[in-house]
Every structure is written in C-alpha cells, then in structure tokens.
C-alpha cells in the first residue's frame, strides 16, 4: 500500500487542523494506521493508532484529549483532528499501516507516507 499524507499548514496556538492519509490501492480496511511527528532536532515520536475495523484507538499523553484519530475504509483513509495546538506540536507528521497489529512505536510499521508539515505559532 502507498500512503500520501495531507492537511498540514500553519496555524495559531490554539486552532486545529485535520491531518488525511489516503492509502492506494484496495483493502485499505486491513491495514492498522497511525500518525507519528518528528519535531527538528528530535526523534520520531508516536502520536496515535487505530486498529484496521477503527474500533480501537491508543493516543500519546501528550496528545491525548486534544486529537483524535479516525479511518474510514470506504475512503481508504485515515484522519488525525488536532485541536487545542501547541507550539510544541510543531512537527512534520508521519502517517504509517501495517497489516499485523496496531503499535505504537515506529519499527511496527512497514508502510509510511511522505510527511506533512504543522507549524503552530505562538
């Protein structure tokens, strides 16, 4: 599967954007997803997952109450809703599929995209 991330931009301290990661391809609903950021300087960094059904979800601490994860198998997309933004959410965001389990660490996952880029400003 290739998956093509979109949706990131610039955005005030407090405003929200929605992260999409649209998969290739079919069986789309097989896949687990999950949006991983890197921030410069630092390491990647899991941020949420979702089971293949959607039926489960796992969230960072530092995330949690403030994102959530979707997917939508008809649309062979997943989506990440980012409220409430900090500057420390200043990232490039990643999102991954794997077809084995949800995970939250990045070695978990043999399908990524290409990045999208959220800029909080303060």
């Known amino acids: 599967v290739q998956l093509q991330a979109s949706g990131g931009g610039m955005v005030q301290t407090g405003g929200s954007l929605r992260l999409s990661c649209r998969a290739s391809?079919?069986?789309?609903?097989?896949?687990?997803s999950a949006w991983f950021r890197q921030a410069p300087g630092k390491e990647r960094e899991f941020v949420s997952a979702?089971?293949?059904?959607?039926?489960?979800?796992y969230y960072s601490d530092s995330v949690k109450g403030r994102f959530t994860i979707s997917k939508d198998n008809a649309k062979n997309t997943a989506y990440l809703q980012m409220s409430s933004l900090k500057p420390e959410d200043t990232a490039v965001y990643y999102c991954a599929a794997n077809r084995v389990r949800t995970s939250t660490s990045a070695d978990g996952y043999g399908f990524w995209g290409q990045g999208t880029l959220v800029t909080v400003s303060s």
């Open positions: 979702i089971s293949r059904s959607g039926t489960t979800t």
């Open positions: 391809g079919d069986f789309f609903r097989l896949y687990h």
